[in-house]
């Protein structure tokens, strides 16, 4: 689905290459994270992939396109089956929630009538249906990030990337979009995000690409973040060790909350119950969020100036060459259903929240979001499905709720 054989991308200027000869495999349905230190190359990576840099040498094929053979008048076309999120915010600030989600297909000729089947399913699947009367600036940063999702997979994109959406966003409300990402890719879309939030990195589980100074140092199936996941609390600075058991903390009360990890005022994330107006939440619901600014976005990368459809991309034969052969020579195998370990619950006095990369903890991740589960996200929306189970969903449009004005 993405494949990358000996990648090289020298920004003009500069002195040494962004990425240096990448070798990279992305299948379909993957959750793929990209992590690595500040100018590393993970946004440089994404752009390749959206075509919006291309690479000094090496090949790159996306949805079986050879990218080096696109010609620029194709490529709104090929961007069409990718939705992109950006940490800083681009949601067009005159245009309702509902604006905002059907323009992406207004640009691309969709009939009125898809756009009106499209959008409110759409909203309804990240728990904002009855939100798309407002703008913006009337939406917390969450709030406006999920609007930001919406837009980017209402066209049904087949690869979603996004690159540090949860960037600005505090922990508990970062969660719930990290979920709702999870929730997308369990419906078939291959997701691939830059990230530097380590927690959220250990608790996925997923795929983990690292980057150093523009090489692949790690590729391994199920990892955590990296080193830093496995440093003792004990041996961090104080402000350090702060920061990650707060946001452990909170993590871990709105996965399981029945396993202690109790959030609390100090960490001054818990705001308000998302979870719906009945105040019960469903398995899995992400019980806290918190209005907040927020500089994510989810962009669409249509190109406004092209009205036609692009017609069906099949996929490229080179693309499903064998996995190893793309892999770092230390990734480590996938983990077998039968090879899970379900972690115990910690012990409430645990106080080392400390999450060990590798280590599967079943315990703080949702079972429906698990890959074997079946989610058909058309159905779930159809019934509200998606958004209740996700705890996104309200009975009514409160009010109250509204985040700062930007
Ligand atoms: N348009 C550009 N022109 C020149 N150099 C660039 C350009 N874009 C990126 N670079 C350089 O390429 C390297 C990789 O940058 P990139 O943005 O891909 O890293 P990153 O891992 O995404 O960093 P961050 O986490 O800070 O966003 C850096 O040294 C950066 O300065």
């Not at 806290?288 to 962009?299: K, L, M, Q, T, W």
Request: charged fraction near 25%.
């Amino acid at each position: 689905m993405i494949l990358f054989e000996n990648v090289t991308k020298q920004y003009r200027g500069t002195q040494r290459p962004a990425l240096d000869s990448i070798d990279l495999k992305i299948d379909r349905g993957e959750f793929v994270f990209i992590v690595g230190a500040s100018g590393s190359g993970k946004s440089s990576c994404l752009q390749l992939i959206l075509r919006q840099e291309q690479p000094s040498s090496g090949n790159i094929h996306v949805l079986g396109q050879d990218l080096g053979r696109i010609s620029s008048r194709k490529v709104p076309y090929f961007r069409r089956n990718l939705g992109m999120v950006f940490q800083d915010f681009r949601l067009l600030t005159d245009k309702t929630v509902y604006e905002n989600v059907a323009f992406s297909l207004q640009v691309i000729g969709k009939s009125r009538g898809f756009i009106q089947e499209a959008v409110p399913d759409t909203l309804e699947m990240v728990g904002l249906g009855n939100k798309s009367k407002r703008y913006p600036h009337e939406l917390s940063g969450g709030e406006q990030q999920r609007v930001a999702i919406a837009r980017a997979i209402v066209n049904k994109p087949a690869i979603l990337m996004a690159d540090e959406p949860t960037g600005n966003l505090d922990p508990a409300t970062s969660l719930g979009i990290m979920q709702l990402l999870r929730a997308i890719n369990a419906s078939g879309t291959t997701v691939v995000m830059a990230t530097h939030e380590a927690t959220f990195v250990d608790i996925m589980q997923q795929r983990v690409v690292e980057l150093s100074q523009g090489i692949v140092v790690r590729d391994e199936i199920g990892g955590g973040y990296g080193e830093t996941a496995s440093i003792p609390v004990t041996e961090l600075p104080a402000v350090s060790a702060q920061v990650l058991r707060t946001s452990e903390e909170v993590v871990r009360a709105a996965l399981a909350p029945e396993f202690g990890g109790e959030a609390t005022a100090a960490s001054g994330r818990i705001g308000r119950s998302d979870a719906g107006a009945s105040g019960v939440a469903p398995p899995g619901a992400v019980p806290v969020e918190i209005p907040g600014s927020s500089d994510a976005v989810v962009e669409t990368v249509d190109d406004a100036s092209e009205v036609s459809d692009a017609g069906g991309i099949g996929e490229d034969p080179a693309t499903v060459a064998d996995d190893a052969r793309y892999r770092a020579p230390h990734a480590t195998p996938p983990e077998t259903e039968a090879g899970w370990t379900p972690a115990e619950a910690p012990a409430e006095d645990d106080d080392d929240l400390t999450v060990v990369a590798g280590q599967r903890r079943d315990d703080r991740i949702p079972a429906f979001l698990e890959p074997g589960e079946d989610i058909d996200p058309v159905k779930l929306a159809s019934e509200g499905g998606v958004a209740s189970r996700l705890g996104l969903s309200r009975d009514e449009d409160d009010d109250t709720d509204v985040g700062p004005v930007r």
